[in-house]
C-alpha cells in the first residue's frame, strides 16, 4: 500500500514537471557586427530564462565594445527579475549609423524612414574613447573616438515621447561614457525644443561638459 503510494507521488511530481516545462523556456541572442570599414565592433551575447509562470526571469550576459582588437567598454549582467525589460529586448537591434556611431535598441531604424538629428559636442580638453546617449530606456546611440572640441551630427530614428503637443518637443538624455585617460564622465539633460508641427524632425543638440566628468 505504502509503495503504490509513493508511486502515484512521484507520477503527480513527474507530471508537474512535464507541464512546467511547458512554460518555461529559454531564450539567447548573439550579436556580433563590425561597423562598416571593420575599425570598430559590438559584442551582445545573453540568456533569457523564465524562472516562472508570471513574468520572473533570470538573465546572464555580456556587452564589449572593440576598437581593433582593443576593448574599449564591456560589462557583465547576471541578475534576476519580473515586470521589468530584459537587457536582451532593450539591446534587440544594431546597426551602425556611421563608421563610428552605433545604434542598439528595441525597434530597428529603417534608413529610408524620416530621422531626426543630434548634435553631439565634445567640449572638454579630453579625447572622448565613448560616449553613449540614452534617448529612451529601449533606444540609445554610442559615438567612438571624439577628439577634444569635437563635434558629430548624427542621424537617429525619431523617438516619439519627444512630441508631446503641437509646437513642442519635450527631450532628455542621459548619457555616459571614458576618455582616452581613463577619466568616466555621464550626466543628464533636459530642454523644450519649439516646432511648427509635431511630426517635423527634431534637431537636438547635446554639449560633454568639464563638470560632466566624476
Request: charged residues 25%; contains cysteine.
Amino acid at each position: 500500500m505504502l509503495t503504490r503510494t509513493i508511486l502515484s507521488l512521484l507520477l503527480v511530481a513527474m507530471l508537474l514537471s512535464a507541464q512546467s516545462c511547458q512554460w518555461l523556456s529559454r531564450r539567447r541572442s548573439n550579436i556580433d557586427k563590425p561597423s562598416p570599414t571593420r575599425a570598430y565592433r559590438v559584442k551582445f551575447e545573453s540568456t533569457v530564462e523564465d524562472t516562472d509562470r508570471f513574468l520572473g526571469f533570470h538573465e546572464w550576459g555580456s556587452i564589449q565594445y572593440l576598437k581593433g582588437a582593443d576593448v574599449v567598454y564591456s560589462h557583465k549582467w547576471d541578475y534576476t527579475d519580473s515586470m521589468e525589460d530584459t537587457v536582451m529586448g532593450m539591446h534587440k537591434n544594431a546597426a551602425w549609423l556611421g563608421d563610428n556611431v552605433l545604434y542598439m535598441g528595441g525597434d530597428q531604424p529603417v534608413v529610408d524612414t524620416p530621422m531626426d538629428e543630434i548634435t553631439i559636442s565634445n567640449t572638454t580638453l579630453e579625447h572622448l574613447n565613448y560616449a553613449t546617449i540614452s534617448f529612451s530606456k529601449h533606444s540609445h546611440i554610442t559615438v567612438f573616438d571624439l577628439p577634444a572640441a569635437g563635434q558629430i551630427r548624427v542621424r537617429v530614428p525619431p523617438v516619439m515621447n519627444w512630441r508631446y503637443k503641437e509646437g513642442q518637443i519635450d527631450w532628455s538624455f542621459g548619457f555616459g561614457g571614458g576618455t582616452r585617460s581613463k577619466r568616466e564622465f555621464a550626466g543628464a539633460r533636459r530642454d523644450l525644443q519649439k516646432t511648427t508641427s509635431p511630426t517635423e524632425m527634431a534637431n537636438l543638440s547635446l554639449e560633454i561638459t568639464e563638470g560632466d566628468f566624476r
